[in-house]
């Protein structure tokens, strides 16, 4: 091994029951440096975090750590003793527990638990990085994101060698995530071996010094920061040459109807049970618009309440100029309204069910509880949209769970568009799924509103929605704070109202 | 400081403390009721020492279910447990001559397999507590049986001695109408069972093993992430479940004197609905043994409300202890949902 | 001959992965331990019964009849198996209640009445909505106030039984009508068990909604992913909510037949363990008990695999109250064989044996 590696890991083989997750992977790993992890999804790099931590274990191939030589990591216990430390992108603390708890439960040596030492140590790490939690609090009475750097807290504190951060910053805003890097740059500077899993490409370029890069499980290579520059990075990560991502604008064109003007959804008002101030918003036929902001600014909440997916307290809606009255789900399903969740996993997708019944889904529910459709409708159905949106799939029979993220996400897309909505709502379609897949969304948004459906698009990546989008509401606080559209669309304009500079 | 909100006395307390002093204001609230609506029985510092004689097994066996239920688990063979404990003791002591040392261990010897078999399927292999506990219930009912079919009672006589055995409280006693003054005593299972509640006090606010039954229960998934080892904790939790039920088999046994299949019917249930009042949580993670101290002591004072208000049918007991588990089943869902708001807004 | 035994191989495997494998295999093993133990098992007679009608019977016929109960609420503990990840714990309970509710209506809460005081089918339509206001109870209990299933349906579990000899004062009142008691026998002219009549009807109308409503659809969705389902205009809420009244309309079923059986009631023996054996029907089915996908006629099936069981031990002289002894240990076989780590480590083993026996193939191909 080399003098400056604190981590090796060598031939690392994982086969799942059908799956070959990695294969003969290589990953290493220096002293005081930050390493990004990349791939696109169901390239392996959750595996490979995995049987670094122990949650997996690995089939063939070596693991050799500084000071340790070679070692066999059975469970993240084991992981712990050796100094790496994993925060990962869901919140793993348990939230009934203190925060003093959360930060030195099954570590330290010792049967019995000391309180007072517990509390006061807690306390010191807690205001030494400035995390506004007390130690003695209920961890479930936190933010989202401060319960994300209690657990970072947790991983500093634990002397680790290596830090493994696993899309740590999906749940953080913009000043938390500088807080984070900040704190990122300490540990480094410390001589702490970061390794960092994001799919933001800047925060990549940020502050990493390294890249490895895999793709279906086998590793493509390790470069350089420097040496790579971002549409290498893409092209290596999909293993094709991409020309220029954003360049899809020009294909779409827009509806020109003769109704083209027609406001096919208003809202004065409206306001949710989840928090937000009342707003006013409209679509035309034919018009993509989106909801922008940062993370946790209301812009799900904002579609929330238009789908009636929160409880509605407040506001009118009018659909055609006619008023309506939304207030659950089924009822925006009558009006033509469609709504693509964020998060996929959790509210999207029904794991167990066929792909086939995924996709029939809520027109089967619009139809009516009394009239099932026939199996022959329904394998048509399936058929004519795995076929549209080229959703790779075994079979229509196969459960969606099987599925990777991107073809997921093409099943709930198709579950709506199966409906015809008049106006379809996504929220966050691109996350989490290939670069492919992202491009072919974006598509399709385009095309889709081209043939005149209305469709409200909001992304977490702002390029994103400058491609699509021709009109955006921007959103600060739990709030509207403008609306910007036609010369005003540009990366800088958004930001400065986002931020609110005049 | 942006994460403090005013979320009033509610949000500031944690879950545990918060479900614990609901049960301990409802205990005294429904304790001083009796004492100035009802009388009687109830005056007497005796009234308390019998509720405790008459239910130390259950306060074992219900600090047990706490600790699996901290960790998210369930146990509901507790009841056939004890029947088969106080049956197969009952059947050692009087058909084969056997000691009282003899029957103790046969008592923890059969919690010990319990522990054994259900810890190792539930923790080891994943199978869902309730049918694993549910298969246990029916296979220690089953098992009562096929040991003796007929109840009987236990004449051995060192037995005997240690059944009558009490413990007076000195101050406690009362002057009866003859003007004789009657000391207030306890039996002997009340003093295990105190201990048991001060012993697994210490262990699930002090030791590593016992915040681990509560990082388990919070969330299983984080506390294997924080290294906490899930396998080994959930089986330990069953394990002392069926130890606890071992030993309360044996208290009641103690209280009883004799052996049958139809003993402690239903006491599964007055464990879970004493654990339940007494503010642990079903859904795992927040709960306290204190608290399941009174749960018990809650449930009993209600039964003899009960049945000193005349209404002395046998129904009345189950259906006022579902009423009573009922009513907190639905206090914990309503004031863990305005928690939550609170919070949120 | 690669292709022969691919094709094989297939087969098999198809036949292993159907739901209906399981309860169809331990039905088969069960038949061969009777086999061997008394071919008599299998003997079904045509004789006359005391009331001098013509009835099928033997062993066979004991399941089919004794079975039936079982096999109705297996229906109704399917649906809220699938729909709320849990299951009902207080069926027993309640079919003493839907019963003490039908005694009370025939007798008019005399003990000893001459004649009935209401006719059978509104008494029975009084179990009905008695068995169906349990059911609503349990289920408003899971669905709006999210309590898991079990502990719910703890409170009915232990109330039931008291709340039944409440309804009727304690007493054990005797339905003088001898028609009533045909459902739980025979109709006097037709040889075959009255229950089998009223299964199959149950059968054909849990069929027929199955068919022409999304009942199916909308529980598995449910039942697999609640949040999405409500963000699809499903009422989670209320699918849960109707899974428990269905099954409280089973309940209610169940209590005729039981009730019919006796001509009087006995609260605390009455379906006593039924719930072990029904839930215990469902994961004989191969439906997972944390819920989701379901397959009705597997259930079905397991309820009289368990009635098989039940009438072999009988047959082996296992007394009444030491059943559930050995039944705990079916379950618990069952639970570990399917469970799903052990079946993992199965799967590891088979393909092990399959890899080295295909080595041993390939050597002999080559010798």
Known sequence: MEENRVLEMRGINKTFPGVKALQNVDFSLNKGEIHALMGENGAGKSTLIKVLTGVYTKDTGTITLEGRGEVAIGSPQDAQNFGISTVYQEITLCPNLTVAENM???????????????????????????????????????????????????????????????????????????????????????????????????????????????RNGTLVGEYEIKDLPRVQLVAKMLGKQMDDLSDIKGEGGTYEGADADEKIFEASGLQSNAGIKPFDFYIKKGEVNGFTGLLGSGRSECVRAIFGADRVINGSVKMHGKEVKISKPLDAMKNGIAYLPENRRGDGIIGDLSVKENIILALQVLTGFFKPFSKAQVNAFADEYIKKLNIKTASAETPIKQLSGGNQQKVILARWLLMHPEYLILDEPTRGIDIGTKVDIQKLVLELAKDGMSVTFISSETDEMLRTCSRLVVMRDRKVVGELSGDDLTQNKIMSTIAGDK | MKNEKKTGVFGKMNDTMLLLTITVVIFFAMYIGAIVFQGGAFKKPQMFFNILNANAALIITACGMSVVMISGGIDISVGGVVALVSMCCAVYLDYHDGSIFGSILIALGIGVAYGLVQGFLVAYLDIQPFIVSLAGMFFARGMTTIVNTAPFNVADEEFTALKLARIVIPGMGTTNKKGIYVPAYVEIGVIVALLVVAVLFVVLRWTKLGRSFYAVGGNKQSALMLGVNVKRTKFLSHMICSVLAGIGGYVYFLHVGSGSASHAMGMEMNAIASSIIGGTMLTGGVGNIIGTLFGVLSLSTIQNIVSSAGLDQAWWTGITIAAMLCIFLLIQSVVMAQKKKALKA | MSKTTNKDESFFKKLVGNQLFIPILALLLLAVINLINDPGFFKISLGLNNAGNPVLSGYLITILDYGSELGILAIGMTLVTAASGGQDISVGATIAIAGSAMLRVLCGGTSRPTELAAPIIVAFLVACVVGMLCGAFNGMLVAVFKIQPMIATLILFTAGRSIAAWINNNELPIVPDPKFAYFGSFIPGIPVPTTVFIVIACIVVIALVLKFTNLGLYTQAVGINEGASRLNGINPTFIKFLSFVILGLCVAVAALI??????????????????????????????????????????????????????????????????????????????????????????????????????????????
């Open chain 1, 104 to 214: 030195f439960i099954g570590r330290g040596a010792g049967k019995i638990t000391n309180w007072k030492k517990m509390n006061a140590d807690a306390d010191k790490i807690l205001q030494s990085l400035e995390i506004p939690a007390k130690a003695n609090q209920q961890l479930s009475s936190c933010s989202l994101a401060v319960q994300q750097m209690v657990a970072i807290a947790r991983a500093v504190d634990m002397e680790c060698k290596v830090l493994i951060l696993d899309e740590p910053t999906s749940s953080l805003d913009e000043q938390e995530v500088e807080k984070l890097f900040g704190l990122m740059r300490d540990l480094k500077a410390r001589g702490v071996g970061i390794i960092f899993v994001t799919h933001f490409l800047d925060q990549v370029y940020e502050v990493c010094d390294k890249i490895t890069v895999l």
């Open chain 3, 258 to 367: 039981k009730v019919s059986r006796l001509s009087t009631i006995n609260y605390s023996v009455i379906a006593k363990d039924i719930e072990m054996d029904a839930i215990l029907a469902v994961a004989l089915g191969g439906n997972a008990l944390s819920g989701g996908k379901f397959n009705m006629w597997a259930s079905i099936l397991g309820a009289y695999v368990i009635q098989f069981l039940t009438t072999t031990l009988y047959k082996f002289n296992v007394q009444s109250d030491a059943l559930a002894a050995y039944k705990a240990v079916v379950v618990i076989v069952l639970v570990v064989f399917s469970a799903p780590s052990v079946r993992d480590y199965m799967k590891q083993l088979t393909r092990k044996f399959a890899s080295s026996d295909k080595a041993a193939l390939s050597k002999k191909g080559v010798a």
